[in-house]
């Protein structure tokens, strides 16, 4: 449900390749997000045909001639059984305007779906407002499990 006055102002749809430049912008200036090489552009490409009408932007209506402005973006896929989500991030001139509880509500919609009913997101430890955001969301820590990666390739950057 949009906020008031939110509808004259917010537009929210589902995130293509063409929002790539002005996404990984709003990324690259946000504070608790690490990009790393799988944020490349084909990656990020791939990670949305793997995953089709899951991830989500919202922009902000342009004034006169100005086009619309990306503030808000949220990306998730799944394997088939769990969902995983990321990159949920608002501008700093945009928060606390309901866009990020929007942003997941659409996000967990499209997961449904697609029968997917639990889902996990990663937090960087130091990334306290995130923390509390997702907790205020109804997401639980979790510290009963670890985190493992590995990288199957030249870059050994986890």
């Not at 537009?11 to 390749?17: A, K, P, S």
């Not at 402005?69 to 608002?90: C, F, N, W």
């Not at 937090?123 to 510290?143: C, H, K, M, V």
């Amino acid at each position: 449900m949009p906020l008031p006055n939110e509808s004259l102002l917010m537009h929210y749809r589902t995130m293509t390749i063409n929002d790539y430049e002005a996404a990984i912008d709003l990324w690259s200036e946000s504070e608790g997000v690490r990009l790393r090489d799988t944020d490349s552009r084909e990656g990020i490409e791939k990670y949305l045909l793997r995953n089709p009408g899951l991830s989500f932007v919202a922009e902000v209506e342009g004034e006169g001639d100005r086009e619309e402005e990306l503030v808000g973006t949220i990306m998730a896929g799944h394997d088939g059984k769990r969902g995983y989500v990321q990159h949920l991030s608002v501008a700093d001139s945009h928060r606390r305007l309901g866009i990020a509880t929007r942003l997941v509500d659409l996000c967990l919609e499209a997961l449904k779906s697609e029968g997917i009913q639990k889902s996990h997101l990663m937090i960087l430890p130091d990334n306290e407002a995130a923390q509390t955001f997702w907790a205020n969301q109804g997401w639980a820590y979790r510290s009963d499990i670890l985190l493992y990666s590995f990288v199957n390739g030249d870059n050994h950057n986890v």
